[in-house]
């Protein structure tokens, strides 16, 4: 067996041990973790609630966990809230090479500014973050305001409660598709 080969079957092992990836969680779990998330993003930001006071819609994936060993992956399941209600459910998923060890969780949430921006993500199947549509990563400033070229932005994302060995606030490669519950 491949040292490569070896890395792999490495990865797929913790992704299959994580509680996320071992099985779904149900409607109603779902739906109460991305409350709670979304609940934490308003309490680590007054800036970000207001923004998401404007979005045409939100996207909340409460855990994301991602673990590897220079060969990684990611996974977690979400929803897409628009004016406060669940319209859809989503998971969102990635694999990467590279110089990487550990495990991480993180939770994200994407901002869709623009009903233009919106309907894009909303008619591709399995869009990806950085090739169907740029996901501006939202930073806090002094102040705790955000940096006002990224809030003019179509699509804007907060990655938080980043816990653990890794540390990566890009969504780029990043592949989200609805699934059904």
Partial sequence: MTLSRLYALLVLCVLGLSPVASHAASKEVLDAKV?????????TSS?????????QA???????????LVVGGEFGEG?????GHTAAYYNLGSASIGFQAGVQRKSVVILFMTAEALKRFQ????????????????TLGAGGQLDTETVQKPIVGFVYSNQGLMYNLTLEGSKITRIRK
């Fill in 79 to 83: 929803a897409l809230l628009e004016g």
């Fill in 123 to 138: 008619s591709v199947r399995g869009w990806k973050a950085g090739v169907d549509g740029s996901v501006a990563i939202a």
């Fill in 58 to 68: 939100m996207l909340v994936f409460p855990e994301i966990y991602k673990a590897g």
């Fill in 47 to 55: 800036a970000a609630k207001e923004l998401a006071g404007h979005a």
């Fill in 35 to 43: 409350r709670e998330a979304v609940q934490e993003l308003y309490k």
